[in-house]
């Protein structure tokens, strides 16, 4: 299995705190954010990682050195992460895990995600719906629906950013993202545009629920400064 974390993207939400750095080097108690990322993953078996920059891509690539391999995506100013994710499709040929390079979560709940044997498995707090994070339906326990169209209301939880899928789950996701991007469509849509088209085929999208551990997606500063108070112990327990 590998891991594919997403980090090409701007961060404009943080300004001017990422006006010159990419979110992912944010400093969280004496790392990197995305060092903290690979740290989980390698706790949890995974050392084939990529990274697929974009944004101030050379600063990523000193910090983090040779621990990673590295894919630069050029067009990042223009597209969102579905166009980012297209870059790598020939990468998604086996089991793998995808993360947004913004999010910190829980060894426990990263572990369950990992061993799940579903096709689709995407983490998902539904215990507490977030108009800020990307939110999900779910019906007879497969996600129907994602995305930020869904009104708080009709959420079931929200998706976490970070999902892993079998081989043949891939190779799904990757024929679906390719559709997408040759009828010219998605330019600013997240990669999770092409789950719903899956789900609108009777495809079961399963998940994998946090059960109160911890988690924290980074899109604005009060994000950053609520995760810099937080015992970052909490995520490696």
Known sequence: MKAIILAAGKSSRLYPITLNKPKCLLNVHGKKLIEHQIELLRLCGIDDILVVTGYLHEKIEKILGEKVRYKYYDRYKKTNNMHTLHSVRNELDEDVIILFSDV???KKILARCIENEDDYSLIID?????????RVIINSASIKEIGNQIDLDNASGNFIGVAKYSRNG????KNHIEKLVKNGKGLDDYYTAALNKISA??????YVDTNKSPWIEIDFEEDYNDLLKRDISEFYS
């Open 126 to 134: 539904t215990d507490n719906i977030s108009i800020n994070t990307m």
């Open 104 to 106: 910190l979560l829980s």
């Open 201 to 206: 085929e009777n495809i079961n999208i399963n």
């Open 170 to 173: 891939a190779t799904v996701l």
